[in-house]
């Protein structure tokens, strides 16, 4: 009988690895009236923690403000995800986990995040869809353009999102 060897992609496990949730400035904070600005940060990690299971990490920071610089809440959701990758050249194993396991881990973090906000009293966060392959590129981009092509594949910095 021949070896099989299609591409295989099946998610395992999705998970919340980490949860942090900061009000330092309650109760004072929720007698304000003004509008905090919300402040979003994205990054995304992988390792390979088995042969062909991968843990890939999305870490979503929100951070609101008052204008004068005054704390309101932060938020980080590290939302998991433990995929079987096979089969797949090499070269396609990161964007295959920072791009397609970040649109599925996304979701479930972005409902993380809003549950968090607002049980920690605020009204709930909404994130908008994310881009990830042009998140992907442009850092991939920046990687190049600053001479390090060869560590395309280290953890990307947090990415502020719109």
Do not use: H, W
């Not at 942090?20 to 400035?25: G, H, K, Q, Y």
């Not at 204008?67 to 995800?81: R, T």
């Not at 433990?82 to 050249?89: A, C, D, S």
């Amino acid at each position: 009988m021949a070896e099989n060897n299609q591409p295989v992609f099946t998610i395992e496990k999705l998970y919340v690895k980490d949860l942090s949730v900061e009000v330092p400035n309650a109760p004072q904070v929720f007698l304000e009236r003004e509008t905090p600005q919300i402040n979003v940060q994205l990054r995304t990690d992988g390792k390979q923690v088995g042969e062909g299971v991968f843990e890939v990490v999305l870490t979503v920071t929100v951070a609101a403000k008052l204008p004068e610089d005054k704390n309101v809440f932060l938020i980080e959701v590290s939302q998991g995800g433990l995929f079987q990758i096979r089969n797949v050249p090499q070269t396609d194993l990161e964007p295959i986990m920072m791009i397609g396991c970040a649109n599925i881990l996304f979701p479930y973090a972005r409902e993380t995040v809003s549950d968090a906000v607002t049980r920690a009293g605020f009204q709930p966060v909404l994130l908008t869809p994310v881009n990830f392959e042009a998140l992907y590129q442009a850092r991939k981009d920046q990687v190049q353009a600053e001479g390090n092509g060869e560590n395309a594949a280290q953890p990307a910095p947090e990415t502020p999102v719109q």
